[in-house]
């Protein structure tokens, strides 16, 4: 009993308070989402605000559950509740049913359960667990290899269930090694890999290559400081351009430029390969390979989005970037969705009042989209309310996790405050057009037991290991 | 033990950065940007006009002459729209099914969860037997609209016809949208403002699939339709229809003014049409064939067709010589017949002769002297003819009279300086342009301005603006009397007197009395042949009666009637007599019968 009371006291209960308000406010704002005068009642359980009110009583029920369970348990069992999880994506594969394009439900009964949606915590858990091994290095090849299966399993096993959203929030465990001593070059590469992949959509893969090839001109000269041989590469790399393209339309060969420049880049890059091999200049040699790789990369991705993408997804992605508009096509759910919450104000238009959600004009709007009826009712104020709460959850749940005596603890509590993070960045980002519509719902807010349960279930685990930061966990 | 432990700093300042990043955007979207507000108003509103019946028109006499019937606009929204039985659909409607397919192609362009019309004015048959069907029809609906319709088939020209409104007319007035009716010609068009009422607006709100959620504030924005107002006009339907069917198969004009109000009784320009044609569907192709009909029936000779006045001119020479004093009761001038030069006379009497004769008369050598004497009153030419012309300014001649029909034209009666121009200043007089002295040359008047001058000779001196419309009504609002602007002429009214004796005398003494004299009325007339270069002359007439407290006053142009008493003065004795009798004389049914018979249109005959 003494121990239990202990374990009470030691709760952090700022961070239970803010995950009650947000639970609170987002049960709310379902019913404002959702409302309808023949079912006024906020407890009328036919309609989706009763049933969120039945998921909130069992995500407290199974937050209580999990606060009074041992935190050696966690730990002990990280490794088997990720391989759950895992055999559980595949046999959604198998045995699931398709919902909106994606296989990733099973139907048990009248509910309907998302395995994806509990990958989350148990990466996190299993990562944890990996990270805090004894004598763990992360620079090593066995590391990055561990993590990497750790992490690319549930990514791969959930893109097969054609549910890009939640694969892509896997992603986010990147800051999370990050925090663990991955190297900032890595980040740094992966933020010059994005900007590469978003350059090679919005401009054109011949325009991507030539800005590359500059870029690699500029860091030469850097490197070398001396001017007349980067004269040099770049004289042989355009006189071979120029002489391939030529060439290339005098005979009629039908090869598209890019496809002549592509073949100009690899051969002078060979040239200056052989040149810098020889002057043992191997700095420049890894420059060289970058840039060569950065060049198939653009390559690949423009593959990739014309042959491999399905045309839904290739207009989302057009549509993000501003290459595509058409507000009644595929714009159509972030412009609704930008008139609503844009149409509140700065006060909002009043409980219940809001038109945009209210008569469907906001596809989602209990799920997906639900930020849109805070920002119509509730405003500026309400919006900026909302945002401010996550923000304040986040940082708490960085100070926990630094608080953390145990690496186990520490790492995972990163996982739950990343996890979280990439949710709201995505969710609230896409609703007011500044990111990808990818349906990933808004922790705490959006309608649905097994979005609730699990982000419960995410947060709980932590707030346990938290309370008992002073014992020691593991090794 | 931990060397990274510094990386937090940076991962909280990436989540305070997108936070950042988002109350940024959510500041712009939210409170910046007041576009928004409109959208979710655009999406949520529905404007739902009901449109108010157009107001009626009648006759003086309380006769209606254009009432309103129900047309019904076939409407679809094409999001509604599921599979449906398209053989029997075209089958109610008596459509093709290309057609149906063209119109449903154009709704689902226009919006697919907005109403657009498909089919325009139902026939009532189609109407009945789809409403019974149009369940199994979904996403189609009927909107009542109302069409024009006029039980006496008459005064096209002064009616006119209401059609749908034209872009720029929705650009210049923002009260009209897309598909809106409004007056285009006539009445209809003069009274637009008062027959059309006002719009009301119902704002609903409708869901993303345009169904209706209630309404809007609670109804406080909305407006309710006011009807349109009812217009009484000046008219005489009867003797409006009368005056149709004695000018049948002829080309020419009536109109007949109440000269002490300048209410305008009968206003005909033959051939005329029935208005009916322009009404509806029908329109367009009805349109079509009267524009190219080679007798113009659209073409409104009343006011739109200036004729020289021929001989009914003289009695206005004869009043400006009598004000300018430059002849007298007393005054004679001589006549030579046939022999008279510069002008000719055609008739035969007595010489010299006085003015009340020569009206009588229509002696030409009489009016060149007397018009020849006002111009040669003053120093200089141009100055007496400044003079004269000043006195026909003020009996509303070259200048619109300003009814409400807005195509009036002015007619001319030239300037001095076209003279100046023409001959040379100075190398003129009046004998130069004696054709002004009977009613020839380059004198325009239309038969509208003729009329409204018997009117003013009617009542000595002054007229009041001819006008179509008495007065404006509803149920709402006391019928407003209109009122309209008294012009007095710049003749004195004793000068009228001798002037009208002569108009009796044309009547009771002349030929024209075999076909044109009353038994119990007096009246006054003056008829006039008008040279026509291009085949028989016209036949003109314009009188009043009775002489005493005149009732009515008209002008007759009756094309190649050859003479004035030939045509245009028995049609107008016979229309007097009809307003004034209510009936016609056992003695002149027969002329009745002539005049109604009389086919002149082939006497066209194109030199």
Redesign the interface.
């Given at each position: 009993m003494a121990r239990r009371n202990n374990i009470w006291a030691s709760l952090d209960w700022m961070t239970i308070g803010i995950y009650l308000i947000l639970v609170l406010l987002g049960w709310i704002s379902i019913y404002a989402a959702v409302y309808n005068d023949e079912h006024s009642s906020i407890l009328d359980m036919s309609q989706r605000y009763g049933k969120q009110l039945i998921w909130i009583t069992a995500a407290l029920v199974i937050g209580f559950t999990l606060i009074i369970i041992d935190s050696k348990f966690y730990v002990f069992f990280a490794y088997a509740f990720y391989g759950i999880t895992i055999l559980l994506l595949i046999a959604v594969l198998i045995f699931g049913t398709k919902v909106k394009g994606a296989t990733s439900w099973f139907q048990l009964g009248g509910v309907a359960i998302q395995p994806a949606e509990f990958v989350k915590f148990t990466t996190a858990l299993a990562l944890a667990k990996y990270l805090s091994t004894y004598n763990f290095k992360m620079h090593k090849l066995k590391s990055y290899l561990t993590i990497g299966l750790i992490l690319l399993m549930p990514v791969v096993l959930i893109f097969l269930q054609n549910d890009t959203g939640s694969a892509l929030v896997i992603s986010v465990f990147l800051?999370v090694l990050?925090?663990?001593?991955l190297s900032g070059s890595i980040l740094f590469i992966g933020l010059v890999i994005a900007l590469v992949f978003i350059f090679t959509l919005v401009l054109s893969p011949l325009h991507t290559i030539i800005i590359l090839s500059i870029a690699a001109l500029f860091l030469h000269y850097f490197m070398r400081q001396k001017p007349i041989e980067t004269l040099k590469v770049a004289g042989i790399f355009s006189s071979l351009a120029a002489a391939f393209i030529f060439g290339g339309s005098l005979f009629k060969t039908g090869i598209p430029s890019v496809q002549w420049l592509l073949y100009a880049t690899i051969i002078s890059s060979l040239i200056f390969a052989v040149f810098a091999f020889r002057q043992h200049l191997y700095n420049l040699l890894l420059v060289l390979s970058i840039y060569i790789g950065l060049t198939f990369f653009t390559f690949s991705v423009d593959y990739v989005f014309n042959n491999i993408l399905e045309p839904h997804q290739q207009s989302r992605i057009n549509e993000l970037f501003g290459i595509e508009s058409d507000p009644l096509g595929v714009g159509y759910n972030v412009n609704?969705s930008?008139?609503?919450?844009?149409?509140?104000?700065?006060t909002g238009k009043g409980f219940l009042n809001g038109?945009?959600t209210?008569?469907?004009?906001v596809p989602e709007q209990s799920t997906d989209f639900i930020f849109c009826t805070v920002?119509?009712e509730w405003?500026?104020i309400g919006?900026?309310l909302v945002?401010?709460l996550?923000?304040l959850l986040?940082?708490r749940l960085?100070y926990l996790?630094?608080r953390q005596r145990s690496t186990f603890s520490r790492v995972y509590g990163?996982g739950v405050?990343?996890i979280i993070?990439f949710h709201?960045?995505i969710n609230?980002?896409m609703t007011?057009g500044?990111a990808p519509v990818i349906g990933i719902p808004l922790p705490f807010f959006s309608y649905g037991g097994s979005s609730l349960w699990s982000f419960t279930i995410l947060l709980f685990i932590f707030l346990r290991l938290d309370a008992s930061r002073a014992e020691k966990l593991s090794h | 033990m931990d060397n990274y432990s510094k990386r937090k700093y940076l991962i909280g300042a990436i989540f305070i950065l997108v936070a950042l990043v988002f109350f940024v955007r959510l500041f712009r979207l939210q409170v910046v940007n007041n576009d928004y507000k409109q959208y979710a108003t655009r999406n949520v509103l529905r404007r739902v006009v009901t449109y108010p019946a157009r107001g009626l028109i009648y006759d003086r006499n309380g006769d209606l002459l254009v009432y309103n019937k129900a047309s019904y606009d076939l409407l679809v929204t094409p999001r509604e729209v599921s599979a449906f039985d398209t053989t029997a659909f075209c089958e109610i409607l008596e459509i093709q099914k290309e057609e149906l397919i063209a119109g449903l192609d154009k709704a689902k362009n226009y919006s697919r969860y907005k109403p657009s019309v498909i089919i325009k004015q139902l026939s009532p048959e189609s109407y009945a037997v789809l409403q019974e069907k149009l369940f199994r029809f979904p996403g189609f609906f009927v909107q009542t609209r109302t069409l024009r319709e006029y039980p006496e088939k008459t005064a096209g020209h002064v009616l006119g016809y209401v059609g749908e409104v034209n872009r720029s007319k929705i650009q210049e007035d923002p009260y009209y949208t897309q598909g809106d009716y409004i007056g285009i010609t006539g009445l209809e068009k003069a009274y637009e403002e008062e027959l059309r009422g006002q719009k009301g607006v119902n704002f609903q709100l409708v869901d993303v699939h345009n169904r209706p959620k209630g309404n809007y504030r609670d109804g406080k924005s909305d407006t309710l339709a006011v009807l349109g107002k009812n217009l009484v006009t000046t008219l005489d339907a009867d003797l409006q229809a009368y005056a149709e069917y004695l000018m049948d198969n002829k080309k020419g004009s009536v109109v007949a003014i109440e000269p002490a109000t300048g209410e305008v009784l009968a206003f005909l320009s033959a051939p005329t049409y029935d208005p009916s044609l322009l009404v509806g569907r029908a329109r367009g192709t009805n349109y079509q064939k009267l524009a190219q009909d080679t007798l113009k029936p659209i073409f409104n000779r009343a006011i739109r067709a200036a004729y020289p006045p021929g001989s009914t001119f003289k009695l206005f020479n004869a009043l400006i010589a009598l004000q300018e004093n430059t002849i007298n009761l007393q005054t004679q001038f001589s006549c030579n017949g046939p022999l008279s030069r510069p002008i000719r006379c055609t008739h035969n009497h007595i010489s010299p002769i006085s003015v009340r004769n020569a009206i009588r008369e229509s002696c030409n050598p009489f009016f060149w002297n007397t018009f020849n004497s006002i111009v040669r009153k003053y120093p200089r030419a141009d100055e007496g003819y400044k003079v004269w012309r000043e006195h026909l300014i003020s009996c509303g001649l070259s200048q619109r009279l300003g009814t409400e029909l807005s195509n009036e034209l002015p007619g001319n009666i030239p300037e001095v300086g076209y003279y100046n121009h023409y001959y040379g200043e100075g190398h003129w007089n009046g004998l130069t342009i004696r054709s002004m002295a009977i009613g020839q040359g380059e004198l325009l008047i239309t038969p509208f301005q003729l009329a409204n001058m018997a009117a003013t000779i009617a009542n000595r001196g002054y007229y009041i603006t001819p006008h179509f419309v008495k007065s404006v009504w509803s149920i709402e609002n006391e019928p407003k009397e209109l009122n309209f602007e008294r012009h007095v002429t710049t003749i004195d009214p004793e000068h009228f007197e001798v002037v009208i004796e002569g108009m009796q005398a044309v009547i009771e003494e002349s030929n024209t009395r075999y076909y044109s004299k009353l038994d119990s009325i007096i009246i006054c007339g003056k008829t006039g042949t008008v040279q026509n270069p291009h085949g028989s002359d016209h036949s003109v007439f314009i009188a009043f009666a009775p002489k005493e407290n005149p009732q009515i006053a008209i002008s007759v142009y009756v094309e190649n009637g050859v003479w004035g008493a030939r045509y245009a003065a028995p049609i107008a004795s016979l229309i007097i007599e009809k307003y004034l009798n209510d009936s016609i004389a056992p003695r002149r049914i027969s002329i009745e019968t002539r005049m109604h018979e009389a086919n002149l249109l082939n006497s066209f005959q194109p030199k």
């Open positions: 800051l990050f925090r663990e001593g609704q930008k008139i609503a919450i844009g149409s509140g104000g700065l038109t945009q209210k008569f469907d004009f920002g119509e405003g500026f919006t900026t945002v401010a996550f923000l986040l940082l960085i996790a630094e990163y405050a990343c993070f709201l960045a609230v980002g007011i500044l | -």
